[in-house]
């Protein structure tokens, strides 16, 4: 009995943490910075919970490129919080790339959709509203920047 209900706490536990990880989602992406830039990637988390994102890695990739950011070991985010990770300062803006974020273990959390970033400016690919995740295209807009901090519907490029 008394293993039955240390398993049952056991999966429960685990249930809440996969719960839990489904709230971190790719927010906003800049691939082309303006001049000096370095390429950054937001996550948000849209849950009721703190996410440990320790060990989990956006990839952001292309047909021959992949660069990829790991967040530090003991990384948390809050709700409703931001996280930004950088890319290198070497690495060169890209026009078009994907961003995929997985967790600690290798398994895929999110997936942008196929980002366009034909010019070194400001505007980022970002989803409207914040953490919005529906799984299409319409998830996601061409807007200014707003580098760790909410996004904005008044800045959407037409």
Request: proline share 4%.
């Amino acid at each position: 009995m008394r293993n039955s209900i240390m398993l049952c706490i056991m999966v429960s536990l685990a249930a809440l943490t996969g719960l839990a990880m489904a709230d971190v989602v790719i927010n906003e992406v800049e691939l082309n910075p303006p001049a000096n830039g370095i390429m950054w990637v937001e996550l948000y988390n849209s849950g009721q919970e703190n996410v440990s994102v320790g060990g989990w890695k956006v990839v952001l990739m292309d047909e021959a490129w992949q660069g990829p950011m790991t967040v530090p070991e003991g990384t948390m985010i809050s709700p409703s919080g931001f996280l930004v990770l950088e890319g290198l300062d070497t690495w060169v803006g890209h026009i078009n790339a994907t961003a995929i974020l997985y967790d600690q273990n290798g398994s895929e959390i999110d997936r942008s959709r196929a980002l366009l970033d034909e010019r070194a400016s400001t505007f980022t690919w970002g989803r409207l509203p914040d953490g919005k995740d529906t799984d299409t295209n319409r998830d996601w807009a061409n807007m200014l920047g707003s580098k760790g901090k909410p996004n904005g519907a008044g800045s959407v490029r037409t």
